[in-house]
């Protein structure tokens, strides 16, 4: 299958700063990502959803503002969790497949996700 | 709308026995494609398997099967002679319509040496 990486694996941060995670395809051209927070032993929780070169659909609840996300080329796709408290640490999961826009894709490619713990 | 029901929190098996997770779906879509996820301590997602709403056969994948009855609106997934590699999380997941992947609550299955 596709490859997805994540960067970091894992952050610790103090309580205000802002945390930026990236995600890329490797080896594949994404033209969805998909943000997803995981808190321990809960189900993945889909945060938003970007198609490159436009504006994130953010799920309802997930304050776009505080977690800003850039899908800025077909490989690159970026989480900013700004001013962090610590209700904010999470795992945080990206995912990327590829499609025309609209269209039913079968299968989405995940990263390895980013531990994110702030203090 | 779209649910997904995972109602064993927790399974254990013997090693080199079959497992069963179960999993029940909801949606009014007519085209739907169900999907099995495991995730192991270290976090990564890994695609096991999947089964479009359409498919006359049950998927196969290996050790893995997905016991497709859409009349019952249950997708199940078989994993036949478990390993102790197996334990993990395993969720199973819905992607309905033009919506995006929906997740169940996950099963933790434990193999036992």
């Known amino acids: 299958g596709a490859v997805v990486s994540q960067h970091p694996s894992w952050v610790i941060c103090k309580s205000g700063t802002s945390v930026k995670i990236e995600c890329r395809s490797l080896?594949?051209?994404?033209?969805?990502m998909f943000w997803y927070r995981q808190f321990p032993k809960q189900s993945l929780m889909l945060m938003a959803t970007?198609?490159?070169?436009?504006?994130?659909?953010?799920e309802q609840g997930v304050e776009k503002d505080k977690f800003l996300i850039n899908h800025a080329s077909l490989t690159l796709s970026t989480l900013t969790v700004t001013s962090a408290h610590p209700e904010d640490s999470s795992f945080y999961i990206c995912s990327a497949a590829w499609g025309l826009a609209g269209r039913h894709y079968n299968e989405q490619f995940f990263g390895p996700g980013t531990r994110l713990t702030v203090l | 709308a779209q649910k997904i029901t995972q109602t064993q929190p927790g399974m254990f098996v013997q090693e080199k026995e079959a497992v069963t997770l179960d999993c029940t779906y909801d949606t009014s879509d007519q085209s739907y494609g169900l999907f099995w996820y495991k995730q192991p301590s270290s976090g990564e997602m890994i695609f096991l398997i999947y089964?479009?709403?359409?498919?006359?056969q049950n998927a196969t994948e290996g050790r893995y099967s997905l016991n497709f009855q859409k009349a019952r609106k249950s997708a199940n997934l078989v994993i036949s002679a478990s390993q102790l590699g197996d334990s993990a999380m395993y969720f199973c997941a819905m992607r309905a319509g033009a919506n995006n992947l929906f997740f169940g609550t996950g099963t933790r299955l434990t193999v036992i040496p």
């Open positions: 089964q479009g709403s359409y498919d006359e």
């Open positions: 080896d594949f051209q994404a033209t969805t």
């Open positions: 970007s198609n490159e070169g436009s504006k994130a659909t953010y």
